[in-house]
C-alpha cells in the first residue's frame, strides 16, 4: 500500500480544532488505503524552551489523544520523534543541502520569531523545516496530510528530494501535500485572521480537545465575531463568522450553504450556542477515551515501541542508501 506520513509536535497538554480538523482528521481517514506513519515530533517540540518533565508527559498525552480519535496502532505506526535516530541523521544531510538563503525565506520561522526577535531564536528553529524534510523523505510516502501552514515547508521537502536525486541518485519519492482546502487553516477565536495555534493563541482563542467540555462551548460563545449581523460565510468580510460556519460543517457534515440557509435571519448568538452543543458533544466521549488511555501506560509504550519498531525498518535502510551514496564509509 502507498505510504503516508505526517507528524505533530507536543508543545500542549491538548491537541487543538486547528490540528485536528486541519491535520490529523485526515489521519484517520488515510488509514483505509494507505499504509500510514505517524509520529510525535519531540525533536521539533525542543526548537523552544520545554520543561523537560512536562515535555515527557506530553508526548504521552500525544499518543493518548491519537489513539482516542481513531488511530488504529494495528494499521498505523504510532512513535515518537526522538526513538528514531535517523530523523536527525538524515537531517544533518539535508542542512548540507540546503542554502541559506532558502532557508531564510520559510515565513514560519519569521513568524515564530516575530515575538522575542530572531537574535533570541534557536538555529534549532531556523533549520526546523530541513528537519521536517528528514521526517518526511526517510519513509518515501506518496502523501502527507498538513494544514495550510505546513505548505510552504512540503515545498522545500520536494526541492530538497530532487536536489540529493539529481546530485546522487534517485533515492527520494517527491510527496505531495494532503491539504483540505475547507479545513486548512482554522482561525483563532479571537483574532480570526490569525490560525488558531498551540504556542501563540491567547488561551481563549484556542478550542482544546481536552479542555473541560464547559469551558470550550464558553470559548465558543465569546468567539469574536463580526460588524452586521448576517450569517454568511465570507473569510474577507466575516472571518469570524466563517471560522465558526467552517468548525459547524466540518464537525457536523452539514455543507455550510446548508447552514447558512438554516441560519437565515437569526443573530450570531444563535450560530454560537448552537456550535457550542456540537462542540460539547465532540469532546466530551474523545475527553474520556483520552484520559483512560492514559490510565494505561503499559499499552501505551506498548504501541509506541511496536511503532517505532516499524518505522526503524523504514528508515534505517533509506538512511544505509543516503549514507552510502553520500560517500560515508560503512561501519565495518
Ligand atoms: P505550534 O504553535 O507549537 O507550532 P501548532 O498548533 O501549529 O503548534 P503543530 O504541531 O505545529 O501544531 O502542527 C500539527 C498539524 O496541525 C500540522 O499539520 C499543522 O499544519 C496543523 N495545524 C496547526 N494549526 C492549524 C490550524 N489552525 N488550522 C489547520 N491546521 C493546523
Ligand atoms: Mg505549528
Redesign the pocket.
Known amino acids: 500500500r502507498p505510504r503516508v506520513l505526517?507528524?505533530?509536535?507536543p508543545?500542549?497538554d491538548s491537541f487543538?480544532f486547528?490540528?485536528y480538523?486541519?491535520?490529523?482528521r485526515q489521519w484517520v481517514d488515510l488509514q483505509e488505503d494507505y499504509q500510514p506513519f505517524f509520529f510525535i515530533?519531540d525533536l521539533h517540540a525542543i526548537t523552544v524552551e520545554q520543561d523537560p518533565k512536562v515535555l515527557r508527559e506530553r508526548c504521552l498525552r500525544a499518543a493518548a489523544q491519537l489513539l482516542a480519535m481513531g488511530i488504529d496502532p494495528a494499521r498505523s505506526a504510532i512513535f515518537i520523534q526522538s526513538q528514531v535516530p535517523a530523523h536527525a541523521q538524515l537531517g544533518w544531510v539535508l542542512q548540507c543541502l540546503t542554502g541559506f538563503g532558502e532557508a531564510r525565506r520559510m515565513t514560519q520561522f519569521k513568524d515564530?520569531s516575530a515575538k522575542n526577535g530572531e537574535g533570541a531564536a534557536s538555529v534549532g528553529l531556523f533549520t526546523y523545516p530541513v528537519l521536517q524534510a528528514a521526517d518526511i523523505l526517510l519513509y518515501r510516502p506518496h502523501f502527507v496530510?498538513?494544514?495550510?501552514?505546513?505548505r510552504q515547508h512540503l515545498e522545500l521537502t520536494r526541492d530538497l528530494a530532487q536536489r540529493f536525486n539529481h546530485r546522487y541518485k534517485k533515492t527520494f519519492r517527491l510527496p505531495e501535500p494532503y491539504i483540505l482546502k475547507a479545513?486548512?487553516?482554522?482561525?483563532d477565536l479571537q483574532d480570526p485572521t490569525s490560525?488558531?495555534?498551540?504556542?501563540?493563541s491567547s488561551p481563549a482563542g484556542i478550542v482544546e480537545m481536552l479542555d473541560d467540555p464547559r469551558a470550550s462551548a464558553k470559548k465558543i460563545r465569546s468567539a469574536v465575531t463580526d460588524s452586521g449581523s448576517e450569517i454568511r460565510f465570507d473569510t474577507e468580510e466575516k472571518p469570524g463568522v466563517s471560522n465558526l460556519l467552517t468548525i459547524y460543517s466540518a464537525l457536523t457534515g452539514s455543507p455550510v450553504t446548508e447552514l447558512e440557509e438554516a441560519f437565515a435571519g437569526r443573530g450570531y448568538g444563535d450560530l454560537k450556542k448552537e456550535l457550542a452543543e456540537v462542540v460539547v458533544d465532540f469532546v466530551t466521549p474523545f475527553r474520556e477515551r483520552t484520559l483512560e488511555l492514559l490510565d494505561d501506560q503499559a499499552y501505551l509504550s506498548d504501541v509506541l515501541r511496536r511503532g517505532a519498531e516499524q518505522a526503524h525498518a523504514v528508515a534505517d535502510a533509506t538512511l544505509r542508501d543516503v549514507y552510502q551514496r553520500v560517500g560515508f564509509v560503512a561501519a565495518g
Request: proline share 3%.
Open positions: 505526517s507528524g505533530i509536535q508543545t500542549a487543538h486547528g490540528n480538523l486541519g491535520a490529523l515530533a515564530k496530510p498538513v494544514g495550510e501552514d505546513q479545513t486548512a487553516k482554522i482561525a490560525k488558531m495555534s498551540k504556542s501563540a
